[in-house]
């Protein structure tokens, strides 16, 4: 089983600056990566997959990258909603697909 | 557009079996292109995916649920359904269903999601 590896678990920031949050993988995913933006009492949402193609209607403040085992998404100046966790995904091994632990991106 | 609707009894008790449906609209569960899967997360935790299954009524299962869950999918009603036997308190979840890519029709993702259902399991 593919174990996805997620961090920081907490990351603290303010609105307008740049997140960065880290997703590696315990062996290569290739590009069959995925991220998703969960709000409280919400369903995940699709934001990224192939590493980093934009699913529809996301917007171009999101961005991903990285191959292999090592990826990256990145929020290039936050706005206030999106504050939420943040999930990547793999299914390039599998089954089982996996989901990293998630990172919490919270309003410092 | 594709929404998903999952539906199914909010309480199931210790050792019997959770039975939910997911109803598609704006898209067909016959479809080669995709996937149809089951994900669930207990409150205030990670997700997990359980499984998924074709239209052929081929199915992948999560090996740590294997012997425990069945996924199967009715085409005349465009729905496809998740059963789990044996539950225990940890299975208490919200139960999401969603669609993936086939392989070979593109790159696999989950969308989109249902809004989920909590299930309890308590005596």
């Known amino acids: 089983e593919i174990v996805l590896t997620q961090s920081p678990a907490t990351l603290s920031l303010s609105p307008g600056e740049r997140a960065t949050l880290s997703c590696r993988a315990s062996?290569?995913?290739?590009?069959?990566l995925a991220w998703y933006q969960q709000k409280p009492g919400q369903a995940p949402r699709l934001l990224i997959y192939?590493?980093?193609t934009r699913a529809t209607g996301i917007p171009a403040r999101f961005s991903g990258s990285g191959s292999g085992t090592d990826f990256t998404l990145t929020i290039s100046s936050l706005e206030p909603e999106d504050f939420a966790v943040y999930y990547c995904q793999q299914r390039s091994i599998w089954p089982p697909v996996t989901f990293g632990q998630g990172t919490r991106l919270e309003i410092k | 557009q594709v929404q998903l609707q999952e539906s199914g009894p909010g309480l199931v008790k210790p050792s019997e079996a959770l039975s939910l449906t997911c109803n598609v609209s704006?898209?067909?569960?016959?479809?080669?292109?995709?996937?149809w899967s089951w994900i669930r997360q207990p409150p205030g935790k990670g997700l997990e995916w359980i499984g998924n299954?074709?239209?052929?009524?081929?199915?992948n299962y999560n090996p740590s649920l294997n012997s425990r869950v069945s996924i199967s999918v009715d085409t005349s009603k465009n729905q496809f359904s998740l059963t789990l036997t044996s539950v225990t308190a940890a299975d208490t979840a919200i139960y999401y269903c969603?669609?993936?890519?086939?392989?070979?029709?593109?790159?696999?993702?989950?969308?989109?999601w249902g809004q989920g259902t909590l299930v309890t399991v308590s005596s």
């Open positions: 969603a669609r993936d890519i086939a392989p070979g029709r593109g790159s696999p993702r989950l969308d989109p």
């Open positions: 192939d590493t980093s």
């Open positions: 062996q290569s995913v290739s590009s069959y």
């Open positions: 299954v074709y239209y052929s009524g081929t199915t």
């Open positions: 704006g898209d067909s569960v016959s479809s080669a292109t995709y996937y």
